[in-house]
């Protein structure tokens, strides 16, 4: 899907996380390596508790790894203070979530400028980007309305516009699509593929909703904090998004000449 | 930052912020009543010894500084006269009256000052010839009783006392207004110090003396610098008085202390009551907050931006609260009928209103320390 620049925008290796200590301890994520080029918009799958959400939150320096290293561009996440996180975060990561994505007293525009605004970088250029963003999401007529006047796919879009706006090295995207019906999802997450490869971001999308996975480049499963499958072959994704579970796809992918990449050591799978 | 999400904020849910500054006003209006009202009662009670022309007051010795109590005699009034350092004294008799109407009006309780005329505690005047030794019916008036009573110099007013057991009758004109002097709540009626002594309430068996006995010496002294030296020299060279200043005769003026401490109670808890309110309205609001706020440090927003922004919104609440209470409690009490005791002292309303610019940064302590605690992981589920 789309042309690929090869530049590496994020990189992780043996990226481990364990919350508590001693007998309370909980390892979320075991051991991840992965990479994510420029251009290239990866879907973060895996059931509940597969530590997905907490591998999110390490790349948005929200959370520092117990152990490994992550790079996003040159810098490396864990060796930054709280301060240098925040910074690094408004001005490297777009981020949209889940649920309460917007300022509820800021107008659409006035939420995509915002990131500008905490970026110091609300000249007239970036207003005008901010404008346009939104206007290529369909949001022209919308651009003064607050939240609440929104419907829950155009908030979605509104923050995807806030999370491109500033040119971020990396966009992330919590499980956009779970507060709307299927046909605005599909419709959110294509536009948010397109604007990825567009202007050519490194991309993540974590969902468990396998369908949304159409319009990804990469398939990244976890189970139980690990890396259990990577698929690059479109073929195999398409084939996956139909399916809708990689259980109902095994049989038909297992048919095809394509095999899965298995990440993380084999003998500690479950 | 902090003031365009402030602003935008309090802009957008005006209705909600209006509501917070209207809570702060009506406690702002609660505050400043209760200050102008004991600054009102304080007043009435302390107006007379505070516009005393006098920078020393005597009293007898021992009478713990009551005015009723304190008896002295003209015999000590020459030999404070003598003291180096005192430029003048005047005596001072105090005693209660009742001011009856032939036309039926109801009767007004005053305060009947006896002094010398010319000599301090005379009062100043705004009209009228004033006081003249020789001329025995002669008053001067306070302007509070000349408004209620609707007197002019040249009208005449009857004193009732009480002598034994009969009620007297005095015909008095006036001759001389001043300006409001109330004592123990009541306006004053000025006369010559022979004269108070024969209207005066008296008991029974009280017959009259060879010497005028009155209350109160009121000194004025050559160079006010000297207040101690002076006090010290009439302390130990006249007998049995006790010297003090205005101030500390107004603390002992009976209930007095008792009154305002109250009022300053009830102002304290009012604004600690504020204060409460307050943090209480902040931290709610707040807490309605924590996911908007989540998700605004997950986007890069500095905690410092997020905390700055909701205390220059209590900031601005309390200030527009503050403004509203006051222009409110100033335009109601312009249309407040003039005998209900309240003063509004400007220090006192001004410390009031500093009080009350405070109660609001005060009680949002509590929710900036919230605001800053957010964990930004809280925007995608994850709170820690």
Request: glycine share 8%.
């Amino acid at each position: 899907m789309g042309d690929l620049s090869l530049t590496t925008a994020l990189k992780t290796a043996e990226v481990t996380k364990i919350y508590g200590k001693d007998n309370a301890a909980v390892l979320a994520v075991d051991q991840v390596s992965i990479e994510v080029k420029r251009g290239e918009f990866v879907g973060l799958v895996g059931p509940s508790g597969s530590g997905k959400t907490s591998m999110l939150a390490m790349l948005a320096a929200l959370l520092s790894p117990t152990s490994g290293s992550i790079f996003i561009g040159d810098v490396e996440l864990g060796k930054m203070d709280e301060k240098d996180r925040t910074m690094f975060r408004r001005e490297k990561i777009g981020f949209t979530f889940q649920s309460n994505n917007l300022v509820p007293y800021l107008t659409a525009l006035e939420n995509v400028e915002l990131m500008l605004r905490l970026n110091k970088a609300l000249d007239p250029l970036g207003k005008a980007r901010a404008r346009e963003l939104l206007v290529r999401l369909g949001l022209e007529s919308k651009l003064n309305n607050l939240p609440n006047q929104l419907s829950g796919g155009q908030q979605q879009r509104v923050a995807i516009a806030r999370a491109l706006v500033h040119n971020p090295e990396v966009v992330l995207a919590d499980e956009p699509t779970a507060s709307l019906d299927t046909e605005r999802a599909f419709q959110v997450v294509e536009t948010f593929s397109n604007l990825i490869h567009e202007q050519n971001r490194a991309g993540i999308m974590v969902t468990h909703d396998l369908r949304m996975t159409k319009y990804v480049d990469k398939v990244i499963q976890m189970v139980d904090g690990k890396v259990m499958r990577m698929l690059s072959d479109q073929a195999q994704i398409d084939m996956l998004a139909r399916k809708g579970s990689f259980e109902a796809a095994e049989e038909q992918l297992s048919l095809t000449p394509f095999r899965f990449t298995v990440a993380g050591s084999q003998p500690e799978l479950g | 930052m902090s003031f365009y999400l402030a602003l935008k904020e309090m802009w957008r849910l005006r209705g909600r912020y209006l509501l917070f500054s209207m809570v702060i006003a009506l406690i702002t209006s609660l505050v400043l009543f209760i200050a102008a009202l004991a600054g009102g009662l304080a007043n009435a009670n302390r107006q007379f010894i505070d516009k005393l022309d006098a920078d020393i007051l005597i009293y007898q010795a021992n009478v713990d500084l009551q005015p009723t109590s304190s008896r002295l005699g003209r015999s000590k009034l020459s030999d404070v006269r003598r003291i180096e350092g005192v430029a003048a004294v005047g005596p001072l008799g105090i005693s209660t009256a009742t001011v009856v109407f032939e036309d039926g009006r109801s009767p007004i309780d005053i305060s009947m000052v006896g002094v010398d005329p010319g000599a301090p505690g005379d009062p100043p005047l705004l009209e009228g010839p004033g006081l003249l030794i020789k001329r025995n019916n002669d008053v001067v008036i306070d302007e509070g009783l000349a408004s209620r009573a609707n007197l002019r110099v040249g009208s005449t007013i009857i004193l009732k006392t009480i002598q034994g057991t009969k009620e007297e009758f005095y015909k008095m004109s006036v001759v001389g207004i001043t300006d409001s002097r109330q004592y123990f709540f009541q306006p004053s009626v000025f006369m010559p110090l022979t004269t108070w002594e024969k209207v005066r309430p008296q008991g029974a068996g009280e017959s009259a003396s060879s010497e005028i006995v009155f209350n109160l010496m009121a000194v004025q002294l050559q160079d006010q610098s000297q207040y101690d030296l002076v006090a010290q020299r009439l302390a130990s060279r006249v007998d049995g008085i006790e010297v003090t200043d205005k101030s500390t005769a107004i603390l002992a003026l009976p209930g007095y202390t008792a009154q305002q401490s109250t009022l300053n109670t009830q102002q304290a808890f009012t604004l600690l009551i504020g204060v409460l309110v307050l943090g209480g309205f902040f931290q709610i609001q707040t807490l309605q907050k924590v996911a908007q706020i989540g998700v605004l440090k997950a986007i890069g927003s500095p905690s410092l931006t997020v905390a700055s922004a909701i205390m220059l919104q209590i900031i601005l609440v309390t200030i527009i609260g503050v403004g509203i209470g006051s222009m409110g409690t100033l335009l109601m009490a312009l249309a407040l009928p003039g005998n209900i005791p309240i003063l509004f002292a400007g220090p006192t309303v001004l410390s009031a209103i500093a009080l009350l610019l405070l109660i609001g940064p005060i009680g949002g302590l509590v929710s900036i320390r919230l605001a800053i605690r957010i964990d930004p992981l809280i925007a995608i589920g994850l709170s820690s």
